[in-house]
């Protein structure tokens, strides 16, 4: 089954259409398929109904086909599975495990629940990683205050919050503001 992300409402639905349609649309993104085999097949008949002359690559034009088929695989089945099932494949990646390093996290972020969201944000921040920003978008309130307490405190003296402003709560940056204005009278005076 082909599955076409839509939103009605404010909420993302998934429909099933044919492949036919699958290969119209322009954005292959938002398909989601239930079966490896009808995922294979997509893009064989893709790959035969190219225009002639046509020279844009399959990997830049699907960059999700980057990933390895495996992990190509695990994506495209996260929004059925239940918030435990993938909180067990979250659980090795918080723990440092090395066989899950390639797996694509941000692509996985959606369909995570919060305390997952928020628990691989903070792994990204300690380890310094720059995919903390992208994850930033979502991440919850709370674990963002959580992190400017621990920045006010001197725990992240290098971290570059400027790129994080955009999601932080006006009383954050309020705060962060205070501490610098605090920092910048206490330089002043001596």
């Known amino acids: 089954m082909i599955l076409k992300k839509i939103i009605i409402d404010d ?8 492949l036919d349609e699958a ?11 239930t079966d490896e085999n009808e995922e294979d097949d997509f893009y064989d008949h893709l790959k035969d109904h190219k225009k002639d002359g046509e020279d ?3 990997e830049d034009f699907f960059p999700h ?3 390895s088929d495996k992990n190509s695989k695990i994506i495209s089945r996260l929004p059925f599975l239940k918030d435990e099932e993938i909180h067990k494949m979250v659980e090795p990646i918080l723990k440092g495990d090395k066989s899950f390093k390639d797996l694509p996290v941000m692509a996985m972020m959606p369909f ?3 305390e997952d969201r928020d628990a691989l944000f903070m792994k990204a921040v300690e380890e310094q990683n720059k995919d903390y920003v992208a994850f930033a978008v979502f991440v919850s309130d709370s674990c963002l205050s959580k992190l400017v307490d621990a920045y006010l405190e001197g725990k992240y003296p290098n971290l570059l919050l400027d790129e994080l402003y955009l999601f932080m709560s006006s009383e954050n940056i309020k705060r962060i503001f205070n501490h610098f204005l605090e920092k910048r009278k206490k330089t002043a005076k001596e």
Not at 11 to 18: D, G, N
């Open 23 to 33: 290969l119209a649309l322009e954005d292959k993104n938002i398909l989601v398929f």
């Open 65 to 67: 086909k980057k990933w």
């Open 112 to 114: 995570l629940s919060e």
């Open 11 to 18: 909420k993302e639905v998934y429909e099933q259409i044919s």
């Open 56 to 58: 844009e690559k399959e």
